[in-house]
T-cell receptor, first 113, second 112 residues
Framework: KAGVTQTPRYLIKTRGQQVTLSCSPISGHRSVSWYQQTPGQGLQFLFEYFSETQRNKGNFPGRFSGRQFSNSRSEMNVSTLELGDSALYLC????????????FGPGTRLTVL | TQLLEQSPQFLSIQEGENLTVYCNSSSVFSSLQWYRQEPGEGPVLLVTVVTGGEVKKLKRLTFQFGDARKDSSLHITAAQTGDTGLYLCAGASANSGYALNFGKGTSLLVTP
């Protein structure tokens, strides 16, 4: 069974631009969660989608948004990029049960200059 | 606010030594997961524990979930250089919805 895939793996943007990251979950998984990882804050939860609906959202500004498609693939968008948005963005997929294991993709490394 | 506190933050040991990493919280979790992460890659799941007092063994790794489901430990016996990496614990609870709360991790370096 193929794992979670994320594209692109690396991205360089400048301040003020916007960016879209993509995540394809494990086949059969209906939940996709997004996390931001930085050296100072560690992994922080952005949001979670299940069957195209956002079920939970972390404490991030409205510049961070996401969506999920009918095939469970998900995208996250960051508008008006700031230097502090430089991070590894990880998505994780699961069946959607609260105690179910989340399986992570390799991440997208975003650098904002 | 970091719900899960991991200790130590950094650990450097030689091959063959034993080590224990701790993950503590004042919150109760429905389940707790341990991951290992290599630089530039996503976390890879090692184990999930769901029952208070549960002990799971994975070759040289032993995981324990506290009786009150608030803390956990990871013990590695006879560490190898391949064990080098960032070890993360993450808890799921009804209060956090479907979000995993992560500790900041323990960075382990095993030298020959």
């Amino acid at each position: 069974k193929a794992g979670v895939t994320q594209t692109p793996r690396y991205l360089i943007k400048t301040r003020g631009q916007q960016v879209t990251l993509s995540c394809s979950p494990i086949s059969g998984h209906r939940s996709v969660s997004w996390y931001q990882q930085t050296p100072g804050q560690g992994l922080q939860f952005l949001f979670e989608y299940f069957s195209e609906t956002q079920r939970n959202k972390g404490n991030f500004p409205g510049r961070f948004s996401g969506r999920q498609f009918s095939n469970s693939r998900s995208e996250m968008n960051v508008s008006t990029l700031e230097l502090g948005d430089s991070a590894l963005y990880l998505c994780a997929s699961s069946s959607g049960e609260i105690t179910d294991t989340q399986y992570f993709g390799p991440g997208t490394r975003l650098t904002v200059l | 606010t970091q719900l899960l506190e991991q200790s130590p933050q950094f650990l450097s040991i030689q091959e063959g030594e034993n080590l224990t990493v701790y993950c503590n919280s004042s919150s109760v979790f429905s389940s707790l997961q341990w991951y290992r992460q290599e630089p530039g890659e996503g976390p890879v799941l090692l184990v999930t524990v769901v029952t208070g007092g549960e002990v799971k063994k994975l070759k040289r790794l032993t995981f324990q979930f506290g009786d009150a489901r608030k803390d956990s430990s990871l013990h590695i016996t006879a560490a190898q250089t391949g064990d080098t990496g960032l070890y993360l614990c993450a808890g799921a609870s009804a209060n956090s919805g479907y979000a995993l709360n992560f500790g900041k991790g323990t960075s382990l370096l095993v030298t020959p």
